[in-house]
């Protein structure tokens, strides 16, 4: 069984957290560097909801990243910091590679944490 926090955050089977509202932008969240690959509008439960990440690093990153930073905010334990996760995916939007990385290493914790 796939239980990817991604697919939980985006499924509505746990209330959102109040601290990253669902429609808050992606680019209002992780900051004015995200707005180059993600556009002002794309939100955090949009960023959840992704489908289309199989071959595109950004696009996992952001879905991963997504659920990591609402994970970081609601899980006990969880393996990164809330500061973490927005600091760790700009710093990834340097490079298909770099950001491939980050993203395998946010799914995992998501994976991890459900």
């Given at each position: ?38 556009g002002p509008r794309l939100t955090l439960l ?38 973490e996760v927005k600091a ?27």
């Open positions: 069984m796939w239980n990817s926090a991604c697919r939980f955050w985006s499924s509505g089977a746990e209330q959102w957290p109040n601290i990253v509202p669902q429609e808050a932008a992606v680019s209002k969240v992780f900051g004015s560097r995200s707005m180059d690959k993600y949009e960023a959840t909801m992704r489908t289309d990440d199989v071959g595109s690093p950004f696009v996992k990153l952001v879905k991963h990243g997504s659920a990591a930073l609402i994970n970081a905010y609601t899980r006990t334990g969880f393996p990164f910091d809330s500061w760790l995916l700009l710093e990834a939007l340097v490079s298909e590679d770099a950001a491939a990385a980050q993203a395998e290493r946010f799914q995992q914790a998501n994976e991890s944490c459900v």
